[in-house]
């Protein structure tokens, strides 16, 4: 990946930061552009329990309904400059729910208190913003863990432990839905049911669905004694939670076969040949079988979460990725391992993360937590943003043997004074599927589509799209459509006609300012602000990666002045 350079009279502080930003990317640069990959999650988990992600305010009044829509949409804002196209949203908390729904109460999250209607429906209003700005809203599942029994007594009659006593058992303070009672898969696939029925949610994410830690004393010998059929008692917890996984999954596909089912399971599957555990995997410790999952076929995706470094990370993301069985794996990478009480972690570590699980194969990375990447907690936010520069899409299911849809039809455009319209017909979507959506490219020459470059617009709903510059670089246009299970169609090209090019240049000499205190910003083709400064006469772009790009100039109070689009 190249990094660009802005040419200006900087003050020291200025100087100082943005030398400490080159070298934080410095370990950017072995990624060659052509190695960029055009499909790979960007995913974050955002935490809804305990108010720590979304939402930050609680709806007293019904003024504050527009205050916590609001916050989701600045950080829904935010998410997308740094291209991330996968959102896990924590759906279901502890035994309740974000959402309207007949089976379990509203979480006090959203209100402060058990049971109470916010006042609209904080899942639908998720979606629909998700969408809107090209991402997946995946619904996250806290599937066996009901909360301490203070938390649990707040749902009064709709308390599981009163309305299901034989699913529900209490293990030091905490009460859990209970896996070793067959009934218990069948109730979670309900929910799962209940919410793929409902919404066009894009995937269902399964977490904790695993036994407590280290439960030795975990008290189910009666269920095992009913239902271990000679099995030991770890192979007969290992295969409850194997029944749930397959129920659900299983529950899923035969609503909605693209809806995407996921988990998470702890970070290491099991001890490797040539390194330990540690006493803390998914197989022993927890009876998780998630590798064992994928080979049966029973998950369409992988989120290990492996919140640790060194050889701790590194051998046991790649046992990950060696056994995916043609699925996606996208590691769980901590964040908030920055923090100091969570290990204090250089920000390069976790980008040295990022791009190893690239170059090794997975299938891109999810974020833990939402908040402490977008903290910018030292500096890690611009590592971030510098590994992931260019949109990308979320990895389609290929094993569901689906044909690609057809490309759309009648793709043309329109110049109207600064502004290219261009406009296609819909492609209809067949057995049941949500509308299709499409992906449309641009270049100066004709058009690759194979890798990120060249993106112009990700995941739009609309069949139309609007490009505004009076002298636009780009000549070539290509456009496909992708059904849900994320399978593009051909392409279809267009090429306007007689219009002049501007070639990239390497350096702009604008007019002295005619406004005190105007100013610069430098775009890519999807929008995201490359460079936000002062006002020069003399304007130096260089080491650009291809693409379009725009150069705005404003006013003291934005207001754009004058656009210089330019293509690299």
């Not at 293990?171 to 066009?200: C, F, I």
């Not at 100066?444 to 002298?471: A, C, E, Q």
Request: net charge positive; aromatic share 14%; charged share 25%.
């Amino acid at each position: 990946m190249s990094t660009f350079v802005i040419f200006f009279n900087m003050s020291k502080f200025r100087y100082i930061f943005f030398l400490y930003f080159i070298l934080c990317v410095t370990f950017v640069q072995a990624q060659k552009p052509a190695a960029l990959p055009k499909y790979e999650y960007r995913a974050v988990w955002v935490t809804t329990i305990e108010n720590l992600d979304w939402p930050r305010t609680q709806i007293k009044k019904s003024s504050d309904i527009a205050v916590q829509q609001r916050e989701l949409i600045v950080l829904l804002d935010s998410l997308k400059t740094l291209n991330v196209n996968c959102v896990m949203l924590q759906t279901r908390v502890r035994g309740d729910v974000i959402y309207p729904s007949k089976i379990e109460p509203f979480s006090k999250v959203l209100t402060g208190v058990s049971g109470r209607d916010p006042g609209y429906d904080p899942l639908a209003f998720a979606i629909e913003e998700c969408h809107k700005r090209g991402m997946q809203l995946h619904a996250w599942v806290v599937t066996l863990p009901l909360g301490d029994i203070k938390h649990v007594a707040s749902h009064r009659g709709k308390a599981l432990n009163k309305l299901f006593p034989q699913l529900c058992r209490v293990y030091n303070g905490n009460w859990y839905m209970e896996a070793g009672e067959p009934a218990t898969a069948d109730y979670l696939a309900r929910l799962a049911e209940e919410m793929v029925s409902n919404y066009e949610l894009d995937g269902i994410h399964l977490d904790y669905i695993r036994y407590p830690d280290k439960p030795s004393k975990y008290p189910d010998g009666y269920l095992f004694r009913k239902y271990g059929a000679g099995l030991s008692r770890a192979d007969w917890r290992r295969a409850n939670i194997t029944r749930i996984m397959r129920e659900v999954y299983n529950k899923v596909k035969s609503v909605k076969p693209w809806v995407r089912v996921s988990c998470a399971p702890l970070g290491k599957n099991d001890d490797l040949t040539a390194y330990s555990s540690r006493g803390y995997n998914a197989v022993r410790t927890v009876y998780q079988e998630p590798q064992r999952w994928l080979r049966e076929g029973i998950v369409d995706a992988i989120f290990p979460m492996i919140y640790f470094s060194g050889n701790d990370f590194y051998p046991f993301m790649r046992d990950w990725e060696e056994n995916s069985c043609g699925r996606h794996i996208v590691p769980g990478i901590g964040a908030y391992r920055l923090l100091p009480e969570y290990g204090d972690w250089e920000p390069l570590e976790v980008g040295r993360q990022l791009v190893t699980s690239r170059s090794s194969g997975t299938d891109g990375t999810i974020m833990f937590r939402l908040r402490h990447l977008l903290d910018n907690i030292k500096g890690f936010y611009y590592i971030y943003r510098s590994i992931y520069a260019t949109p990308s899409l979320v990895p389609p299911m290929t094993w569901c043997g689906k044909e690609a849809p057809d490309a759309p039809k009648n793709f043309s455009g329109v110049r109207v004074g600064d502004t290219l319209h261009l406009k296609w017909d819909r492609v209809e979507p067949v057995d049941g599927m949500p509308a299709l959506y499409y992906n449309l490219y641009a270049s100066d020459k004709p058009v690759d589509i194979t890798g990120p470059r060249n993106f112009m617009g990700v995941m739009l709903h609309d069949n139309r799209y609007s490009w505004v510059g009076s002298k636009l670089a780009t000549m070539y246009w290509a456009l496909t459509a992708v059904d849900a299970y994320g399978i593009e169609s051909e392409v279809v090209r267009w090429e306007e006609p007689g219009h002049e090019q501007q070639l990239f240049r390497e350096e702009f000499l604008l007019p002295k300012p005619a406004v005190w205190g105007m100013r610069i910003v430098l775009k890519d083709a999807v929008g995201a602000v490359l460079y936000n400064g002062k006002y020069r006469t003399r304007v130096g772009v260089r080491g650009l990666p291809p693409g379009c790009y725009m150069l705005e100039i404003l006013s003291r109070d934005g207001v754009v002045l004058d656009r210089l689009p330019f293509v690299r």
